[in-house]
Nanobody, 125 residues
Framework: QLEIVESGGGLVHAGGSLRLSCTIDLFRINLYSVGWYRQAPGKEREGVASISHNGEITNYADSAKGRFTISRDDAKKTVYLQMSSLKPEDTGIYYC??????????????????WGQGTQVTVAS
């Protein structure tokens, strides 16, 4: 069983920033693409951002473009999601995920193999 742990969530006012971290207990994490997803109350989970196994390719949902930045530090086995100019509609549980097939992550497909437990982000207006 792959262990994925998210952290960094919390309560922030609109316009503020948060940095989420995702630590993946995987020996060769540099072989795997990683994605961030979120689920708002009453809504389906959606892809937010992904980063390729080598860090060269990133993909963002339209709602995240220009405000969120995904990055990775393989030495720390950690993937980050820097979020700025946060809006109340960014509220939700943020999940980190990966898959045996990198293209599924890079395309932010919904049914990946491995998921963390999530971290709550609340943006107050």
């Amino acid at each position: 069983q792959l262990e994925i742990v998210e952290s960094g969530g919390g309560l922030v006012h609109a316009g503020g920033s948060l940095r989420l971290s995702c630590t993946i207990d995987l020996f060769r994490i540099n072989l795997y693409s990683v994605g961030w997803y979120r689920q708002a109350p009453g809504k389906e989970r959606e892809g937010v951002a992904s980063i390729s196994h080598n860090g060269e390719i990133t993909n963002y949902a339209d709602s995240a473009k220009g405000r969120f930045t995904i990055s990775r530090d393989d030495a720390k086995k950690t993937v980050y999601l820097q979020m700025s100019s946060l809006k109340p509609e960014d509220t939700g549980i943020y999940y980190c995920a990966t898959d045996r097939l990198n293209y599924r992550v890079e395309q932010l497909l919904p049914d990946l193999n491995f998921w963390g437990q999530g971290t709550q982000v609340t943006v107050a207006s």
